[in-house]
């Protein structure tokens, strides 16, 4: 059955079950087809339109969880907020943050040269990117793929032997860069 427009009503007009039926019954069953049954849910339960005529149910989560979009943006899934704080890598020649997961991108005991890659994912205008690197004994050289640029602060070339380099990034979306804009080394 479908949708049908609900009719305008006459005062003294003779209402019969088939006109309740069409205008009343079929278009609530209407409106609750592909509805969850109220049985189905359980108190926490977070409700969300899944289509123009369907909802979906997602069970509540766990204590300090948060409700984002799955990764192909087609349902609402629960996250722990700190499972997206970052990366920590140990040594890679080709260190490659990603925007959808990583805040902070942490690159220990670096054993060679390093070209950190575009990172991957979805950005967001001023999204921030912290990344920590810092050697296994030996300066190791440190090289930026075209998406990192100096935004005011130059970003460092080579590491300090067994010293942390912090950098700090923000995504700009008018050049579709990650802008240096602050390096602090440890003493």
């Given at each position: 059955m479908a949708w049908t427009t609900p009719r305008s009503w006459s005062a003294g007009e003779l209402v019969t079950a088939s006109i309740m039926n069409t205008h009343i019954r079929d278009n609530?069953?209407?409106?609750r087809g592909g509805g969850i049954a109220i049985a189905s849910q359980a108190a926490l339960d977070f409700l969300y339109a899944s289509s123009a005529s369907q909802l979906a149910r997602l069970a509540k989560g766990g204590a300090g969880t948060m409700v984002r979009l799955n990764s192909s943006a087609a349902a609402y899934e629960f996250t722990n907020p700190a499972a997206l704080l970052g990366t920590s890598t140990a040594s890679?020649?080709?260190?490659?943050?990603?925007?959808?997961?990583?805040?902070?991108?942490?690159?220990?005991?670096?054993?060679?040269?390093?070209?950190?890659g575009a990172p991957t994912g979805t950005p967001q205008n001023m999204q921030r990117l912290l990344i920590r690197v810092r050697d296994n004994g030996t300066a190791r050289t440190l090289a930026w793929n075209a998406a990192y640029v100096d935004g005011g602060v130059t970003r460092?070339?080579?590491t300090v032997i067994n010293k942390w380099t912090t950098i700090m990034y923000i995504y700009n979306s008018t050049i579709s860069k990650l802008q240096c804009v602050g390096v602090a080394q440890e003493a």
């Amino acid at each position: 059955m479908a949708w049908t427009t609900p009719r305008s009503w006459s005062a003294g007009e003779l209402v019969t079950a088939s006109i309740m039926n069409t205008h009343i019954r079929d278009n609530e069953n209407e409106l609750r087809g592909g509805g969850i049954a109220i049985a189905s849910q359980a108190a926490l339960d977070f409700l969300y339109a899944s289509s123009a005529s369907q909802l979906a149910r997602l069970a509540k989560g766990g204590a300090g969880t948060m409700v984002r979009l799955n990764s192909s943006a087609a349902a609402y899934e629960f996250t722990n907020p700190a499972a997206l704080l970052g990366t920590s890598t140990a040594s890679s020649a080709t260190p490659t943050p990603n925007y959808d997961t990583d805040a902070f991108y942490e690159l220990t005991a670096l054993a060679a040269g390093a070209t950190f890659g575009a990172p991957t994912g979805t950005p967001q205008n001023m999204q921030r990117l912290l990344i920590r690197v810092r050697d296994n004994g030996t300066a190791r050289t440190l090289a930026w793929n075209a998406a990192y640029v100096d935004g005011g602060v130059t970003r460092p070339t080579t590491t300090v032997i067994n010293k942390w380099t912090t950098i700090m990034y923000i995504y700009n979306s008018t050049i579709s860069k990650l802008q240096c804009v602050g390096v602090a080394q440890e003493a």
